[in-house]
């Protein structure tokens, strides 16, 4: 009898056991069944949050682009002459605005819409860049050297600017711009070499040293600094034929008296008009 009864014993703790291990798997089941739709709805929330600019942005070859505000986009001043310069403009608009169709769109035509916003993308960011929001934000991205820094020895590692040498689209890729050498170089990066340098426009350099004069006073200091050739100790004159004859691009006016005679300097005024009407010429030519 007392075997019988450690038998019955036995097969109670037993099944008392798997009952067991059966609600610990339903739990463990129930808990991953919950993470995983958790996981989906965060999925699904962050899909629906990203917008066509924050994608585009985000690519890689991007890194130059601010992200446009939805403010400035909706604003039809800010776009005023694009529908003339970007085919499929509406569609291309809706796009970028995530807005839906107001037409249907045929199949052939996606791939021509979305040459044609990025294109839009790329004008609409050659002004917002000039606004005081897109300045801030193209403050932080040299900041943290999102442009690079310029080759250049004597220059100390000074930050690049992007910047286009024309201002319509299809003529030239993006550049970068030193405010210490006040030089232009070619993008590190063959990725970077597919943007259009009209996406930065003439002006952006420009004005965003005009609007941080603190980049000027940095470099004005680091521009003291210039390599001059030796030999054997003794450096090359200027007026020598292997003397150097870049010097005086770096050489800015310290006093007023010196401002002064640039200005009345008949000579140099010559040289800077013929230099204008050749770039005229080219730019007609072209």
Known sequence: M?????????????????????????????????????????????????TWISSFCSMVGHEYFAEVLDDFVDDDFNLTGLGQMVPHYKQALELI???????????PTIPLIEQSAEL???????????????????????????FGVCPRYYCDGTGLLPIG????????????????????????NSRYLNIDGA????????????????????????????????????????????????????QMPKTQQQLEEVENDTALKEALQEQQKNEDEEMDES
């Open 2 to 50: 007392s075997r019988r009864r450690d038998e019955e014993l036995r097969d109670e703790d037993m099944q008392s056991l798997k009952t067991q291990s059966n609600e610990e798997d339903l739990e463990e089941e129930e808990e991953e069944e919950e993470e995983e739709e958790e996981e989906e709805v965060e999925s699904s929330d962050s899909g629906a949050g990203e």
């Open 97 to 107: 605005s995530d807005l839906e169709p107001s037409e249907p769109v045929k199949a």
């Open 120 to 146: 839009l993308y790329g004008l609409i960011h050659a002004r917002f860049i000039l606004s005081r929001p897109g300045l801030q934000i193209m403050a932080q991205k040299y900041e943290c050297h999102h």
């Open 165 to 188: 040498r024309y201002d319509l689209p299809g003529y030239e890729t993006v550049r970068l711009y030193c405010p210490c050498c006040m030089d232009i170089y070619m993008p590190p």
């Open 199 to 250: 996406y930065f426009g003439t002006t952006f350099a420009g004005l965003f040293l005009k609007t941080f004069p603190e980049i000027e006073q940095e470099c004005s200091q680091r521009r003291q600094k210039q390599f001059e050739l030796k030999i054997y100790g003794f450096r090359i004159s200027e007026l020598s034929k292997s003397g150097p004859r870049m010097k005086w691009l770096r």
